[in-house]
């Protein structure tokens, strides 16, 4: 214990050395989307830890990382911090209970907190993301890579048309949709009159607006504020426009614009429409793509052969030119040429490094369409000189990228390419090796504490019920005052008499909540709820207790879906009951034993004996048909059947803690006529054969064969035993297949996935094994 502590300390002051630095960029792994809500929904906090409940911190990885850090500051002073190791990408949340690391009250003030994330990185560049069929129909993208901007990390790219929709899209760092219902666009943007135009590149100014070109019917440059969700043209009379570049901030706030043959430079200073004529910057004689401005003064352009249409046409140029002194430049006076000359250059992006004052730390990339080896994505090095190099860093796997493709780099460096002939977009990350980044919290972002206190912690529901300590059919908690989220699976099985009993469950287990003699407010079977109360345990069951359900119990959502039961035998089980208890179960081909009471009237209990084909009549299980739910007043059903319901317990005695096991079906759709036969045990998976001996750790293995078409197996290994969950999750994050969620042996298994019910594209698979997370990546192609 004294050595956690002092390590515990030591990380605190390391931790307290960094964040007194502005936020550096030394990582490709980050966390964006800061935000604070209560824990149970996402209204702001409101300021009181008395009222028992606490503040919820979110944010979003963009990617893997070993170790995160959430850092809650007063006074530039750290009073609690939490650490969370291997952690996916994608949204994750703490919750702060209202204490400081040694267990006292915060005081009332203003708190700002930072998230440190840090990786193992990559040792060369590594495609570390892969959108599938995004139906991206975008001419240019760009990230907020402001950090105290409430905005940061979230990519904006124009869209013409498509499934998407005509507008601006939104997503969010690690790739998930953000613009609005779970989808990429923004509504608000589908609404505006871009008629027939093209809605071409983007770009991000200081204050995290958004500007888009757009060609053909109106030829302007648009802008949207994600603050207020306004929309406006600020330059107009333009003639083709495409790259834009912001530059400048207040008063000097100016944007270039390539339109046709030329650069142009509107200096809108604090306007919201140019009140000043455009100044010509460039005159170049050949079609203008994209441009860039360092924060010396150098702009960096793309060219293509011809002066009409809309594309252009090959070779293609990269060129550099200094536009801080006369101007306008021609061709005459670029400083540097980089010539693809079978290719089109499609769009550019500069990383800038920590040092603004000079361009030695900046990275310059560009994408290049081809049909041949010139297409790419490449980096420029040395452009800082004169002699620049172009070398390839990613070369996508679908073939020949759009020359409309765009692109775009990340706060971390890492390279985004939205890219539209196969409408995929690609996050590849840069080989740093070791690395990290802190986000602070937004400006304007703070966790004002009014009324402090200690409220009760948030725990999952397994981490709520856990026993081993010793593991004696007892939870470890007996007693203490909790917070847990889950899903009702249950009417309420006290009806009869004035008390409250209804079964949740979360992703991680289930258990029975309870209140004594008091008001019994309804609860509906999907109802997403928060509950605190103190766990407690009655002839063996689990229980969380309530002591007012007025209060103790927030209805958060209605309707939700119910986790899917899990399929279990008789003999499986009982061989593991704890681990059950409180979850939807399935247990195939149900038969009432020859022992079994009989089945009850209406409006009457029963406690029958079944087993199932599986374990064999040799082992039984008691089955409650209990007269306050839906199902008691059912006939007979003919066996066998497969019953579906909650694993209850009710023990021989007060103080027996084990034994006693149930389950209790709920409605008379928990009953289906079985099917065909059962042999062995029913589950998703099969121990292989391959290694018999245990494993020396966790292991999750690229399915085979991949690509796939319809099915593909997924092998992993455990080295100890434990609760297992293998999830398939699509593009957007959405969870299509549950694998396997239940208690598994060490070993090495094969699970079968068959996605016959999908479509083609990417899909991500996740091991989660005693909280080790493993992930893969697999392709369907039908």
């Known amino acids: 214990m004294k050595q956690f502590i002092l390590w515990f300390c030591l990380v605190v002051v390391v931790i307290a050395v960094l964040v007194g630095t502005s936020p550096v960029a030394r990582a490709d792994v980050y966390a964006s989307a800061l935000r604070v809500t209560q824990i149970d929904s996402d209204a702001p906090f409101d300021g009181s830890f008395a009222d028992g409940t606490g503040a919820r911190i979110h944010f979003v990885l963009n990617d893997h990382a070993d170790n995160v850090i959430v850092m809650i500051e007063l006074q530039g002073q750290i009073?609690?911090?939490?650490?969370?190791?291997?952690?996916?990408?994608?949204?994750?949340?703490?919750?702060?209970?209202?204490?400081?690391?040694?267990?006292?009250?915060?005081?009332?003030?203003?708190?700002?907190?930072?998230?440190?994330?840090?990786?193992?990185?990559?040792?060369?560049?590594?495609?570390?993301?892969?959108?599938?069929?995004?139906?991206?129909?975008?001419?240019?993208?760009?990230?907020?890579?402001?950090?105290?901007?409430?905005?940061?990390?979230?990519?904006?790219?124009?869209?013409?048309?498509?499934?998407?929709?005509?507008?601006?899209?939104?997503?969010?760092?690690?790739?998930?949709?953000?613009?609005?219902?779970?989808?990429?666009?923004?509504?608000?943007?589908?609404?505006?009159?871009?008629?027939?135009?093209?809605?071409?590149?983007?770009?991000?100014?200081?204050?995290?607006?958004?500007?888009?070109?757009?060609?053909?019917?109106?030829?302007?440059?648009?802008?949207?504020?994600?603050?207020d969700g306004s929309l406006k043209q600020v330059v107009g009379g333009l003639t083709n426009p495409r790259g834009l570049a912001a530059v400048g901030e207040g008063v000097g706030f100016k944007l270039y614009i390539a339109t046709s043959t030329s650069v142009v430079v509107a200096k809108l200073g604090l306007s919201d429409t140019l009140s000043v004529p455009l100044d010509t910057v460039a005159n170049l004689g050949v079609f203008v793509q994209d441009l860039v401005i360092d924060d010396l003064g150098f702009m960096y352009v793309l060219l293509r052969s011809g002066t009409t249409g809309e594309l252009g046409a090959i070779p293609g140029w990269l060129e550099k030119y200094w536009v801080g002194g006369r101007v306008p430049v021609t061709r005459a006076d670029s400083i540097w040429s980089v010539v693809w000359s079978a290719s089109r250059p499609a769009e550019i992006a500069m990383y800038h490094g920590a040092n603004r004052s000079s361009n030695k730390d900046d990275r310059l990339y560009v994408s290049v369409s081809g049909t041949g080896t010139e297409n790419g994505v490449y980096e420029i090095e040395r452009f800082a000189f004169d002699q620049p190099k172009a070398v390839k860093i990613f070369d996508p796997p679908l073939g020949q990228i759009s020359s409309r493709a765009g692109l775009t780099v990340d706060a971390v460096g890492n390279v985004i390419l939205f890219e539209n002939?196969?409408?995929?977009?690609?996050?590849?990350?840069?080989?740093?090796?070791?690395?990290?980044?802190?986000?602070?919290?937004?400006?304007?972002?703070?966790?004002?504490?009014?009324?402090?206190?200690?409220?009760?912690?948030?725990?999952?529901?397994?981490?709520?019920?856990?026993?081993?300590?010793?593991?004696?059919?007892?939870?470890?908690?007996?007693?203490?005052?909790?917070?847990?989220?889950?899903?009702?699976?249950?009417?309420?099985?006290?009806?009869?008499?004035?008390?409250?009993?209804?079964?949740?469950?979360?992703?991680?287990?289930?258990?029975?909540?309870?209140?004594?003699?008091?008001?019994?407010?309804?609860?509906?079977?999907?109802?997403?709820?928060?509950?605190?109360?103190?766990?407690?345990?009655?002839?063996?069951?689990?229980?969380?207790?309530?002591?007012?359900?007025?209060?103790?119990?927030?209805?958060?959502?209605?309707?939700?879906?119910?986790?899917?039961?899990?399929?279990?035998?008789?003999?499986?089980?009982?061989?593991?009951?704890?681990?059950?208890?409180?979850?939807?179960?399935?247990?195939?081909?149900?038969?009432?034993?020859?022992?079994?009471?009989?089945?009850?009237?209406?409006?009457?209990?029963?406690?029958?004996?079944?087993?199932?084909?599986?374990?064999?009549?040799?082992?039984?299980?008691?089955?409650?048909?209990?007269?306050?739910?839906?199902?008691?007043?059912?006939?007979?059903?003919?066996?066998?059947?497969?019953?579906?319901?909650?694993?209850?317990q009710f023990t021989s005695g007060a103080a027996v803690v084990t034994g006693g096991y149930q389950i209790l079906p709920r409605f008379a759709s928990d009953f289906v006529a079985s099917t065909g036969t059962t042999q062995g045990s029913v589950t998703a998976e099969a121990q292989s054969a391959k290694q018999e001996t245990k494993p020396d750790g966790y292991a999750l293995e690229q399915n085979y064969p991949n690509p796939f078409n319809p099915s593909t197996t997924i092998r992993f290994a455990l080295p100890e035993a434990g609760h297992v969950k293998l999830t398939v999750y699509n593009i957007l994050g959405e969870e299509v297949a549950t694998l396997i969620d239940g208690y598994r042996e060490a070993g090495w298994y094969s699970v079968n996935f068959d996605a016959s019910r999908l479509a083609s594209g990417t899909y991500i698979y996740l091991l989660n094994a005693n909280g080790h997370i493993l992930k893969g990546k697999m392709l369907l192609i039908k």
């Not at 219902?181 to 071409?200: E, R």
């Not at 060609?215 to 802008?223: A, M």
């Not at 249950?490 to 991680?508: G, K, R, V």
């Not at 002591?547 to 003999?571: E, F, Q, W, Y």
């Open 79 to 227: 009073l609690r911090s939490f650490s969370l190791s291997d952690v996916s990408a994608g949204e994750h949340s703490i919750v702060w209970d209202g204490t400081t690391n040694y267990g006292y009250a915060a005081p009332a003030g203003s708190y700002t907190f930072r998230v440190y994330a840090q990786s193992s990185g990559y040792s060369s560049w590594t495609m570390f993301y892969d959108s599938g069929e995004a139906h991206l129909y975008t001419r240019g993208v760009d990230v907020n890579n402001d950090p105290y901007s409430p905005d940061f990390g979230y990519m904006y790219a124009g869209n013409n048309g498509g499934p998407l929709g005509l507008g601006i899209l939104r997503y969010r760092a690690d790739g998930a949709p953000a613009g609005d219902s779970a989808k990429p666009l923004i509504q608000s943007t589908a609404s505006y009159p871009w008629g027939s135009q093209n809605v071409f590149h983007a770009t991000i100014d200081y204050l995290g607006r958004v500007y888009v070109s757009g060609l053909n019917t109106n030829n302007n440059v648009v802008r949207y504020d994600p603050r």
């Open 421 to 648: 002939n196969n409408e995929h977009y690609y996050f590849i990350s840069p080989p740093n090796g070791y690395n990290y980044y802190i986000t602070p919290s937004p400006s304007g972002v703070a966790i004002n504490v009014t009324t402090p206190g200690k409220a009760a912690p948030v725990l999952s529901i397994a981490e709520a019920r856990v026993d081993t300590s010793p593991a004696d059919g007892k939870p470890d908690r007996m007693n203490q005052v909790v917070t847990v989220f889950g899903v009702v699976t249950s009417p309420n099985f006290l009806l009869s008499s004035n008390a409250f009993s209804y079964y949740i469950q979360d992703a991680t287990a289930g258990i029975d909540v309870y209140a004594p003699g008091t008001i019994v407010p309804f609860l509906n079977v999907g109802d997403s709820i928060r509950v605190t109360g103190k766990i407690t345990q009655f002839r063996g069951l689990t229980e969380i207790q309530v002591a007012n359900t007025l209060t103790d119990i927030v209805v958060i959502a209605s309707g939700r879906s119910l986790p899917a039961p899990k399929v279990v035998t008789v003999g499986s089980l009982l061989a593991n009951a704890e681990a059950y208890e409180g979850q939807l179960v399935t247990i195939k081909r149900v038969r009432k034993a020859s022992t079994s009471v009989a089945w009850p009237a209406p409006g009457n209990d029963a406690n029958m004996t079944i087993y199932d084909d599986a374990t064999g009549p040799g082992t039984t299980l008691t089955m409650r048909i209990d007269k306050d739910m839906p199902c008691d007043s059912i006939a007979e059903p003919t066996w066998p059947q497969d019953v579906t319901g909650v694993v209850s």
